[in-house]
Structure formats: structure tokens, C-alpha cells
């Protein structure tokens, strides 16, 4: 069974450009989570969508959307991108639906660097 | 508000070594979930364990095994006899499990490092 799979793997912005990062959830799973993982902070949780809809946020600006399709996969949006912005982003997915206690799977991550 | 400390930072053993990492949590919620996390120099988190609020059994997996006290709010992983193979970053993460709302929090990893 495939995991959960994200595109691209690397990418090089400059600031105030934007960028979409894609995740596939592992087949079957209808919940999908964004984290931000920047050096020194750790993991910071950034939006959840479950059945195509966004359920819950971070406490990150607007500028970080997303949306959720019909086959479950999701688009992470970042727009006026900010040298801060460069990061790990990971992409999980789970199982349990509308449930936020599910276990969930990692993808491999995008890495982001804005210059 | 929740918060999870994982106060060791990094880490150092040599190879065939006993080594637990700490986790210590903070919630007022009766329900919630506890997980571990494996992050390698590859970067993919691996899922290692999850935990209910009422289920203190510890659990052992071949040379990995869990200590969940819900009276010092703790849930600490030991390797047994390390390899360098362990060597990554651990989180411990604690979901709390409420109607309307939701609540994620990672610590900040513990980084291993097993020495050959």
C-alpha cells in the first residue's frame, strides 16, 4: 500500500511569490493534515481537512489556505511568501473520520527555501 | 491549553546502550492521546506508538517499549540495546479528544545520536 505522498520535493522561491504544495493521503484515508516544520520551532500544526472541508487551523495569517478534493488529496497555498516562511512541509493523513484522535501518517515532506 | 516538554534536547549513547527519552504533558482534558514519532535524517516522521488517556498498560515492541503514567503525566520511550539505526529525532505528540474543537501539540524532539 503506497503512503502518503507529496509534490515537489524541493522548492526554491523568492519572497512575495507564491507557492502550492500538494499531498495524497494513503487510499482511504479522508483526513489530511498540514504542519510547517522550521528549524528550531519544531512541528507547528497549520490546517486539517477532513470530507473536503477545513475543520481546523493553526494559528497561522490567512496568507496559508488550502483546500481538500473530492479524491481526498489537498493543495497547501502559501501566497506573499516571506523568508520566514522556509521550512519542512510535512503533509499526514488518517483514517478516522471526522476524529482528530487518529493516528496519522507522514509524508516525506516539501522543502521550501525562500530567498 | 496543553503542552508537551520533551526536555532532553539531544541525546548521545554508544551502540548496545539503555536510552529513554522523556515526555512530560500537560492537559486539563480527561480524554486524549499520546503519540511517538521517529524522524530520521530522511526527514519522513515514522509512527511509532498511540496511546489513550485510559489505557496506562505499557507496551513493549521488540526492543522498544512505552511507560505511560497518568500520575506525573508522563510518557517515556526506552530503546533497549540501541543500534545505530535509532539514531533520529523523537517527538512525542499529545491530541486532545474534545467536541467542536481540536487541539494538536508536538514537543520539540529529542535528538538521539547512537555512536558506533
Known amino acids: 500500500e503506497a503512503g502518503v505522498t507529496q509534490s515537489p520535493t524541493h522548492l526554491i522561491k523568492t519572497r512575495g511569490q507564491q507557492v502550492t504544495l500538494r499531498c495524497s493521503p494513503i487510499?482511504?484515508?479522508?483526513?489530511v493534515y498540514w504542519y510547517q516544520q522550521a528549524l528550531g520551532l519544531g512541528l507547528q500544526f497549520l490546517l486539517w481537512y477532513d470530507e473536503g472541508e477545513e475543520r481546523n487551523r493553526g494559528n497561522f495569517p490567512p496568507r496559508f489556505s488550502g483546500r481538500q478534493f473530492p479524491n481526498y488529496s489537498s493543495e497547501l497555498n502559501v501566497n506573499a511568501l516571506e523568508l520566514e516562511d522556509s521550512a519542512l512541509y510535512l503533509c499526514a493523513s488518517s483514517l478516522d473520520q471526522g476524529s482528530i484522535s487518529g493516528t496519522q501518517y507522514f509524508g516525506p515532506g516539501t522543502r521550501l527555501t525562500v530567498l | 491549553a496543553q503542552k508537551v516538554t520533551q526536555a532532553q534536547t539531544e541525546i548521545s549513547v554508544v551502540e548496545k546502550e539503555d536510552v529513554t527519552l522523556d515526555c512530560v504533558y500537560e492537559t486539563r482534558d480527561t480524554t486524549y492521546y499520546l503519540f511517538w514519532y521517529k524522524q530520521p535524517p530522511s526527514g519522513e516522521l515514522v509512527f511509532l506508538i498511540r496511546?489513550?488517556?485510559?489505557?496506562?498498560q505499557n507496551e513493549i515492541s521488540g526492543r522498544y517499549s512505552w511507560n505511560f503514567q497518568k500520575s506525573t503525566s508522563s510518557f517515556n520511550f526506552t530503546i533497549t540495546a540501541s543500534q545505530v539505526v535509532d539514531s533520529a529525532v523523537y517527538f512525542c505528540?499529545?491530541?486532545?479528544?474534545?467536541?467542536?474543537?481540536?487541539?494538536?501539540?508536538f514537543g520539540k524532539g529529542t535528538k538521539l545520536s547512537v555512536i558506533p
Open positions: 505528540a499529545l491530541i486532545r479528544s474534545g467536541a467542536g474543537s481540536y487541539q494538536l501539540t
Open positions: 487510499s482511504g484515508h479522508t483526513s
Open positions: 496511546r489513550n488517556s485510559f489505557d496506562e
